[in-house]
T-cell receptor, first 117, second 114 residues
Framework: GAVVSQHPSRVICKSGTSVKIECRSL??????MFWYRQFPKKSLMLMAT?????????EQGVEKDKFLINHASLTLSTLTVTSAHPEDSSFYIC?????????????FGDGTRLSIL | GDSVTQMEGPVTLSEEAFLTINCTYT??????LFWYVQYPGEGLQLLLK?????DKGSNKGFEATYRKETTSFHLEKGSVQVSDSAVYFC?????????????FGIGTKLQVIP
């Protein structure tokens, strides 16, 4: 089945550091990838839709300059949390849809646990 | 807009008990419906899906039927195991939006005790 790899799985860093998270579709091409944030005991909140070769589409309330998204190829999207602060600590999950059209389900990575000290 | 409502839980069951997790939805178009499962410390895995009314999705002993008349997609399993302990998310994607966005329910934590 379709596999999405997310790296790193866990990051602990100091306040003010920028952190990059990678999301790769391993065995399929994904024109669109999605970045979610999951708060404790809460559902997933869509942050942005990452489009290959174009700018990401951010959801309302998500800071574009804070969460930089780059989708440079059909198999890779990156999320960079710039100048991270403790309130950015969360579980970030990416997903990807196969570029075959129609109603394909999203396939999720294993998530990245970000902890800002 | 689209929304998904499911019981928050936690749901605690003994091994081999019958499981039902209720899910209802509202959507403007003709959504596809999904159940995802999240094991501790992991991402989400697609458990099953249904793309049109009266479809039944099934996988690993879990089933859910797309009921358009009641806008529901309840998850069931006849005999749960300890390994089924996880958080279960009901979700939909709307054809009107090109199936781009997925709307998730809050997630229901299932705890199965031996």
């Amino acid at each position: 089945g379709a596999v999405v790899s997310q790296h790193p799985s866990r990051v602990i860093c100091k306040s003010g550091t920028s952190v990059k998270i990678e999301c790769r579709s391993l065995d399929f091409q994904a024109t669109t990838m999605f970045w979610y944030r999951q708060f404790p005991k809460k559902s997933l909140m869509l942050m942005a839709t990452s489009n290959e070769g174009s700018k990401a589409t951010y959801e309302q309330g998500v800071e574009k300059d804070k969460f930089l998204i780059n989708h440079a190829s059909l198999t890779l999207s990156t999320l960079t949390v710039t100048s991270a602060h403790p309130e950015d600590s969360s579980f970030y999950i990416c997903s990807a849809r196969e570029a075959t059209g129609g109603n394909q389900p999203q396939h999720f990575g294993d998530g990245t646990r970000l902890s800002i000290l | 807009g689209d929304s998904v409502t499911q019981m928050e839980g936690p749901v605690t069951l003994s091994e081999e008990a019958f499981l039902t997790i209720n899910c209802t939805y509202t959507a403007t178009g003709y959504p596809s419906l999904f159940w995802y499962v999240q094991y501790p410390g992991e991402g989400l895995q697609l458990l099953l899906k249904a793309t049109k009314a009266d479809d039944k999705g099934s996988n690993k002993g879990f089933e859910a039927t797309y009921r358009k008349e009641t806008t529901s997609f309840h998850l069931e399993k006849g005999s749960v195991q300890v390994s089924d302990s996880a958080v279960y998310f009901c979700a939909l994607s709307d054809r009107g939006g090109g199936y781009q966005k997925v709307t998730f329910g809050i997630g229901t934590k299932l705890q199965v005790i031996p």
